[in-house]
C-alpha cells in the first residue's frame, strides 16, 4: 500500500507543477502599440525633398540632431533620405530586391555568384557615391557583397546552420 500511495502522491503532485507550470506561461496577447511622430520641416527641405523625390508617397519626417530625417515609399520601395536644415540632401537609401536592380549590376552579381539567390539590393547614395549592398542566399551559404563603381567586394560570407 506505501509504494502505491507514494506513487499517487508523487503523481499528484507533478501534476499540480505542471499545471501551474502551464498557467503562469499564459500568453497575453497587448494591443500593438504604434509610435507617431511627425515633426515639421522648413519650407527649403520640403523643397528640396519634393525636387529630389517627386513620386515620393507618405513622407515620415523625424528631426535628428540638426537634420531631417525621412521616411518614404517611392517606385514600391522604401526608402529614407537625410537632409541638412537648409535642404541639402546628405544621403539616400533605397531598400529593393534583384527586380531594382540595373540590368548591368545584376549581370555582374550572377555571373560571379552563379547558384546564389538575390534576397535584398540595397542602394546608397552619398556625396556623389552610388554604392550597392547586396545579399545572396543559396542552399549553404549567406553572402553579404558591396558594389561600387563597378567594384565588387565580398563583405560577408556565412555557413547556414
Not at 13 to 42: D, M, N
Not at 105 to 110: A, F, L, P, S
Not at 114 to 126: H, L, P, R, S, Y
Not at 137 to 149: C, F, P, Y
Amino acid at each position: 500500500m506505501k509504494p502505491q500511495f507514494i506513487v499517487r502522491l508523487f503523481g499528484s503532485l507533478l501534476f499540480s507543477i505542471i499545471f501551474l507550470g502551464l498557467y503562469a506561461q499564459e500568453i497575453k496577447e497587448l494591443p500593438p502599440v504604434t509610435v507617431t511622430t511627425s515633426s515639421k520641416v522648413t519650407e527649403k527641405v520640403a523643397r528640396a525633398f519634393d525636387k529630389s523625390f517627386k513620386d515620393a508617397i507618405r513622407p515620415e519626417w523625424y528631426k535628428l540632431n540638426k537634420n531631417y530625417f525621412v521616411k518614404f515609399i517611392s517606385e514600391d520601395q522604401k526608402n529614407n533620405a537625410l537632409f541638412t536644415k537648409s535642404g541639402n540632401l546628405i544621403y539616400h537609401i533605397s531598400y529593393g530586391y534583384e527586380k531594382n536592380l540595373p540590368d548591368d549590376i545584376r549581370k555582374m552579381v550572377k555571373s560571379t555568384y552563379v547558384d546564389f539567390n538575390i534576397t535584398t539590393a540595397i542602394k546608397v547614395e552619398e556625396q556623389g557615391r552610388k554604392i550597392w549592398v547586396i545579399n545572396l542566399e543559396d542552399d549553404k551559404h549567406l553572402v553579404l557583397i558591396r558594389i561600387e563603381d563597378d567594384q565588387l567586394e565580398e563583405v560577408g560570407n556565412y555557413n547556414k546552420s
